[in-house]
């Protein structure tokens, strides 16, 4: 099949989350299974020309009018490991300080600069390709290409037979905006209404992809579920509930060949299940670069995430002062909301010898952190899928999860099956809970036969994209058929 990858970032061009991850993943997965996939992006210059990955006008020229004026939108080509980039060029909507806004917040032509993309992505697509058979699309950033391409773009006849999968990463960003953009935009104006991408008196691109997509995914079996519900659902539980007869979860997959122990040359020492002595001295490594007392038998417990109230942040902040009393230490990797990160600077300055924060990311010290750490928190509130905890167990760390979404279908607790756990789970979001699976890991710790045995079977796991990349196919095919 020809298949094309709409999305507002990957890795590693251009990336904020777990999106970019995927959408620079699956495409490869695909292309192992003998389909041939373009991955369209807006071409955030300053960004992507700094990765270094060598840029090629295609002499290609899509003339769009918008919100009032023409504009021309050169389209460069580029390959990063076999995967082909179309690239869209606007530089000022896409050559910014960042992909969606600054520090100051989200830019306030959002809509502007993403239905704009998604109007020329479908005229790329056109060139890319004399057939295109799936168009699949990411988060509310494409939202409305299932829907223009039904009601606006059927004289296109490269994509006019597409089938769309629209797959939503976390239905907590829906993309919501004033209605004088819809005629500003030219959006198809018969569908704003309760039943189509009208909410609450505005334009809302989560509820059109969900609306006019052959296929809506999410990350996850559990999550897919869970967004049916008011509680996950984020006031489209009912129009997903009238739209889930076309609505599955399939769980992420991770880059395997990238992130393996065994071959990483970011760690101190590579390891795999049943050599495991380089892991002690990943911990040695990673204790004298936090500057703590180097410790085998010291927990060191890792966080590498998203400073967000849905990440569980401030769960574990509550929770430091008592990991501290108890002698363990705590390595954290991550940025995010600013009162978050003023706390845990102030916890870290207050016990440097055993607690380190690194306010940003970076993905060699994320490396050694995983490998380092014996046990990876990730008590969130909400998870589609989680990539932390995949990478965790590649690494042999232990993750203690809260159970929701991917982190249900992805971590075996080890109070629902001893045998084959991989880590500890929670149910209340709470400090208390938390607290209480994490003392319960540190007990399961102590006891080495148990504890080897949890972090082989998360090592062992398989995390490959090659079985969510089959269950990918067979719905493309269905849809094709």
């Known amino acids: 099949m020809n298949i094309v990858f709409i999305a507002s970032e990957a890795a590693p061009l251009a990336k904020t989350g777990g999106l970019a991850d995927v959408v620079a993943a699956l495409p490869r997965a695909l292309q192992?299974?003998?389909?041939?996939?373009?991955?369209?992006?807006?071409?955030?210059?300053?960004?992507?020309?700094?990765?270094?990955?060598?840029i090629t006008p295609m002499n290609i020229h899509i003339e769009m009018w918008m919100d009032g004026i023409t504009r021309i939108a050169p389209l460069h080509r580029c390959e990063v490991d076999g995967l082909a980039f179309v690239l869209i060029e606007q530089d000022d909507l896409f050559d910014r300080e960042g992909l969606y806004g600054s520090a100051n917040g989200a830019y306030e032509d959002n809509p502007l600069q993403f239905i704009f993309f998604d109007r020329v992505a479908l005229e790329a697509a056109a060139h890319v390709y004399s057939h295109v058979d799936i168009i699949h699309c990411h988060d509310w950033q494409t939202g409305f290409i299932p829907l223009m391409l039904k009601e606006q773009y059927q004289h296109r006849p490269q994509i006019a037979d597409a089938r769309t999968v629209f797959t939503i990463h976390n239905l907590a960003y829906q993309g919501v905006f004033a209605e004088q953009w819809i005629e500003r935009l030219g959006l198809p104006t018969q569908w704003f209404h309760p039943q189509g991408y009208e909410f609450h008196g505005q334009l809302n691109c989560m509820k059109a992809g969900i609306l006019a997509?052959?296929?809506?995914?999410?990350?996850?079996?559990?999550?897919?579920?869970?967004?049916?519900?008011?509680?996950?659902?984020?006031?489209?539980?009912?129009?997903?509930?009238?739209?889930?007869?076309?609505?599955?979860?399939?769980?992420?997959?991770?880059?395997?060949?990238?992130?393996?122990?065994?071959?990483?040359?970011?760690?101190?020492?590579?390891?795999?299940?049943?050599?495991?002595?380089?892991?002690?001295?990943?911990k040695t490594a990673l204790q004298r670069y936090c500057g703590f007392t180097e410790s085998t038998k010291t927990p060191l417990l890792t966080l590498i995430s998203r400073l967000a109230e849905q990440k569980g942040i401030d769960l574990i902040i509550a929770n430091l002062s008592k990991w501290v009393n108890a002698g363990w230490q705590v390595a954290i990797l991550g940025s995010g909301d600013a009162w978050l990160e003023a706390g845990l600077h102030a916890a870290a300055a207050s016990h440097p010898e055993q607690?380190?924060?690194?306010?940003?990311?970076?993905?060699?010290?994320?490396?050694?952190?995983?490998?380092?750490?014996?046990?990876?928190?990730?008590?969130?509130?909400?998870?589609?899928?989680?990539?932390?905890?995949?990478?965790?167990?590649?690494?042999?760390n232990v993750p203690i999860v809260r159970q929701t979404g991917g982190l249900i279908d992805t971590v075996v607790d080890y109070q629902q099956h001893k045998s084959k756990a991989s880590g500890l789970s929670f149910v209340e979001a709470s400090p208390e809970a938390f607290n209480q699976a994490v003392c319960d890991a540190v007990a399961l710790y102590k006891q080495a036969r148990i504890w080897s045995r949890i972090r082989g079977n998360g090592i062992r796991r398989d995390s490959s994209w090659a079985a969510s990349a089959d269950r990918y196919i067979a719905l493309y095919k269905q849809l094709c058929v």
Request: some cysteine.
């Open 32 to 54: 192992k299974k003998d389909h041939d996939v373009t991955v369209i992006l807006p071409y955030y210059r300053s960004i992507i020309d700094a990765t270094g990955v060598m």
């Open 213 to 282: 997509a052959d296929e809506i995914t999410t990350v996850s079996p559990s999550y897919a579920q869970e967004i049916l519900t008011p509680a996950y659902g984020c006031q489209l539980d009912g129009f997903l509930q009238k739209n889930s007869g076309k609505l599955q979860g399939i769980l992420n997959g991770l880059d395997v060949d990238s992130h393996n122990p065994a071959t990483d040359l970011s760690i101190a020492k590579p390891f795999q299940h049943g050599k495991m002595a380089g892991k002690k001295a990943c």
């Open 355 to 396: 607690i380190f924060f690194h306010c940003g990311f970076n993905d060699t010290l994320a490396r050694k952190i995983y490998a380092g750490g014996d046990m990876f928190l990730m008590p969130s509130r909400f998870e589609p899928c989680g990539l932390g905890q995949l990478l965790a167990m590649c690494y042999g």
